[in-house]
């Protein structure tokens, strides 16, 4: 008799059970927190931007290179390549590159100007100097540094340096600037030595990332890389124009500091050290634009575009 009462009992308190908790969950619920906030996509990063998440570039490091199709302009990185810098610095001021000519496009790869006929001499400027292919020893950990979080295949470690994309490897105690659209490097020949800046190209192309840390990389273009990628291609090897007449003249090259103010070109550059920039390259990583169902929770140092633009235009409200 009373091992029959058991299941009753049990069935008893399994029904009080289930009285409660439908009591339960007919009763208020509590407050459920505001939706989160959708996160800004690039162009919304860039819209909230203060003027202090940009820098203008130094005026001793923009090259002007004006030919008859529009004004190229270039940023020097002295920090990278010191002395290719200086070089290029005096083969300006002594008017190397005025009515030289771009001389060669090879697409999908680079654009080249220089002397194509090696018919000048310069008056002040080297003709050869040591390759500076990287930054080595104790400068390297000095260099303002902000690495992306992801793997690239051909460093260890990317990201950006002052603006400029670049590469690290700490524990090799070496940093080199990376070959990505729109980086100027300098023309060489097989012999390390052979390079001075007198013969310059951009790459108009897919990263030729092989070239890193064999070319002495000394900076980017800012503006005109929709001139150098446009012009006509070379016919004949390696994208060299076969005949002279072929090649795209250069009226001049002007360093900006040469300049008086109210001649230079007031650009801006986002910096690359801010809480703004690591806004930027979260929203680049994970697009969040309407166009795109699966973003790709991944950056490359070549796919992280660096904004630039004019002085005025990059007045705005601060991030928030």
């Given at each position: 008799m009373r091992r029959s009462m058991v299941p009753a009992r049990l069935a008893a308190a399994a029904l009080l059970c289930l009285s409660i908790t439908a009591h339960a969950a007919d009763g208020p619920k509590p407050a459920t927190s505001a939706a989160a906030k959708p996160a800004p996509t690039s162009a919304d990063v860039l819209a909230a931007a203060s003027a202090t998440d940009w820098r203008q570039?130094?005026?001793?490091n923009l090259?002007?290179?004006d030919l008859a199709q529009g004004r190229v302009i270039i940023e020097l990185a002295p920090a990278f390549a010191p002395a290719h810098v200086d070089n290029i610095r005096?083969?300006?001021r002594e008017g190397w590159f005025d009515g030289l000519a771009v001389d060669r496009v090879q697409d999908?790869?680079?654009?080249q100007w220089g002397d194509a006929d090696n018919s000048r001499t310069p008056k002040t400027a080297q003709t050869k100097l040591a390759p500076e292919f990287v930054v080595r020893g104790a400068a390297v950990a000095k260099l303002p540094f902000t690495p992306l979080p992801d793997k690239d295949n051909y460093a260890p470690e990317t990201g950006f340096a002052d603006g400029f994309p670049a590469a690290r490897d700490l524990k090799g105690q070496?940093?080199?600037?990376?070959?990505?659209?729109g980086m100027v490097g300098v023309g060489r020949d097989m012999?390390?030595?052979s390079g001075s800046g007198a013969e310059l190209y951009a790459v108009i192309g897919q990263a030729p990332r092989h070239l890193d840390r064999n070319i002495t990389v000394v900076g980017r273009v800012l503006r005109g890389m929709e001139i150098l990628s446009s012009l006509p291609r070379g016919k004949a090897a390696m994208g060299f124009y076969d005949k002279p007449e072929d090649r795209i003249p250069i009226t001049q090259v002007r360093l900006a500091a040469d300049l008086p103010a109210d001649q230079r070109e007031n650009l801006v550059v986002l910096?690359?050290?801010t809480p703004t920039w690591a806004a930027y390259v979260e929203a680049r990583r994970n697009r969040r634009e309407e166009f795109f169902p699966v973003?790709?929770?991944h950056i490359d140092v070549c796919n992280m575009p660096l904004p630039v633009r004019t002085m005025e235009s990059a007045q705005a409200k601060p991030l928030r």
């Open positions: 570039p130094d005026p001793e090259l002007y290179m005096k083969l300006v999908n790869y680079v654009t070496q940093a080199w600037l990376v070959h990505c659209y012999a390390l030595d910096r690359t050290d973003p790709a929770g």
